[in-house]
């Protein structure tokens, strides 16, 4: 593999087409070896007000832009993104950690939505009905917003910021964007793409800094209308009652505690590699991650002896070797999350098989690497049952029946993701129904969301919107009904109808 190198050693605001410097900055770690990468700016009010200014203007030029001719810049953005795909790839796993072939594939989640959004550019449908007098025309469209914010993590830096902008873009809006201070690479490369491709001055602007700077400016920023975030449960919160005093649109994807169910009657062996997947892939650190296990006590034992024995080959370390299957975890105090989450899980009693410490040896000392970590005898009320850790920690929860093990899964405060193991058809399409969250599996694990189907979860995980597929226009898109009466006198709907 030969090592990709920055342009820069200090990225900029990109405002207007223009990159834009800023005085202070930080650091970001490359937390598998804990080398600086790259200095972020540490921006404030005043990089919002421009970024505003910038978008106000150049949303009124875009949205008379016709949708398929606008379109044509996301084909192009694919087109680039697929050339670049392996320089991305290595970028995004120096600064986020996973490892490289998990950022291949979230490099090819961001090309398949390009393609996939600019076709919406030919789409973006709306209807016509008949209407209820003579001689009277009746339909809806869609029309863009305005200027939109859009508020992205750490952990898929580069396919989330497409699930959000693409769709924002395509329909006529201007967007601002702040990505995750940890992991503004992706955010960097990705706007000289859009610049390469053609995209107007002012149409996306990128943002950096802290939430609590950046972020909460644009919260409050009057002439932003619509906020899509992912992140935290605290902070989804909070924006949505800001945005809620504003009478703001707001999309929030938030937290998941998302669960295994393995039947009596599941291939155990697929089971497996489902669990280590969904568990272990991204450090845990997914919103969509395996935290619980919900195992049918006669096949509890066997299920606990092909992880323990699958997890012994998991090898850990720097991401960019091709070999490793499990990288760091994202800083310190991510680390020290996990490791107060195994503290609780002993206190409550249940059984620690495997993992459960911070890696610090040679090979692992630089970086921040937890162990792969398996729980057992878990209850259903337990923290650690409960509550997302964002870390590779799994437990097992053992149950009697089907209708046991659905509740189980129910009973917790998100609802994002679940998956089961069973080759019964009848529980197959029982759980498809009965199951709450906003994405099922049946024989697979918890992760691996398409971009033409929606992404989003029901309960604390989020407010009801979803990134991805078609619906992903929602939030960025207002509905106008638009009636046309050539009868030649004034028609009085329900009032003049024979």
């Avoid at 914010?149 to 898929?156: D, K, Q, V």
């Amino acid at each position: 593999m030969t090592a990709v190198t920055l342009q820069t050693q200090k990225l900029s605001n990109y405002i207007n087409g223009e990159w834009v410097e800023v005085n202070e900055s930080t650091a970001v770690i490359n937390p598998a070896t804990g080398e600086e990468v790259v200095q972020v700016p540490l921006s404030g009010d005043e990089s919002v007000e421009a970024a505003v200014t910038a978008a106000k203007k150049a949303q009124k030029e875009w949205a008379l832009v016709p949708a398929p001719q606008r379109a044509e810049v996301l084909y192009q953005v694919g087109y680039i993104m697929k050339e670049r795909k392996e320089r991305l790839s290595q970028l995004l796993t120096m600064e986020n950690g996973k490892v490289i072939e998990e950022a291949r594939g979230e490099v090819q989640e961001g090309i398949d939505m390009a393609f996939y959004m600019a076709g919406e550019g030919r789409r973006l449908f709306g209807q016509t009905t008949p209407a209820e007098l003579k001689d009277k025309f009746a339909m809806s469209q869609r029309t863009p917003v305005g200027v939109v914010g859009i508020i992205t993590p750490w952990n898929f830096p580069i396919a989330i910021a497409t699930w959000k902008s693409f769709p924002a873009i395509v329909a006529g809006n201007a967007v601002i964007w702040k990505p995750a201070t940890e992991t503004p690479i992706m955010a960097y490369e990705l706007a000289k793409i859009f610049e390469e491709a053609g995209l107007p001055k002012g149409v996306i602007n990128v943002v950096f800094g802290a939430g609590s700077a950046v972020g909460d400016a644009m919260v409050h920023h009057d002439d932003i209308r619509v906020i899509s975030f992912t992140g935290s449960n605290d902070t989804g919160r909070n924006i949505a009652s800001e945005c809620g005093k504003q009478l703001k649109k707001v999309s929030l994807e938030m937290g998941g505690k998302n669960a295994v169910i393995v039947m009596d009657d599941a291939d155990i062996d697929l089971a497996v590699e489902g669990i280590l997947w969904s568990a272990f892939g991204t450090s845990g650190q997914r919103c969509t991650a395996c935290s619980r296990v919900i195992v049918h006590e006669s096949v509890k034992e066997t299920l606990e002896e092909r992880l323990l024995a699958s997890m012994e080959n998991l090898s850990i370390g720097n991401g960019l070797d091709e070999s490793i299957k499990v990288g760091p975890i994202i800083n310190h105090a991510g680390m020290e999350k996990i490791k107060s989450y195994i503290d609780i899980g002993k206190n409550e009693g249940a059984k620690l098989l495997a993992g459960g410490y911070e890696l610090t040896d040679d090979d692992h000392g630089k970086g921040n690497y937890f162990a792969p970590t398996l729980f057992t005898d878990a209850t259903a009320d337990m923290r650690i049952a409960q509550e997302e850790i964002f870390g590779p920690v799994v437990s097992l929860i053992p149950v009697k029946s089907f209708e046991e093990a659905i509740e189980v899964n129910n009973g917790v405060t998100y609802g994002l993701s679940s998956s089961i193991f069973t080759n019964d058809v009848n529980r197959m399409f029982k759980a498809q129904r009965d199951l709450d969250t906003g994405i099922v599996y049946v024989n697979a694990g918890t992760t691996g969301a398409e971009i033409h189907l929606p992404f989003g979860g029901t309960k604390g995980t989020g407010n009801g919107h979803r990134d991805s597929g078609v619906q992903a226009l929602d939030v960025f898109t207002e509905w106008k009904a638009i009636y046309v009466d050539y009868s030649g006198k004034l028609q009085r709907a329900q009032i003049d109808v024979e």
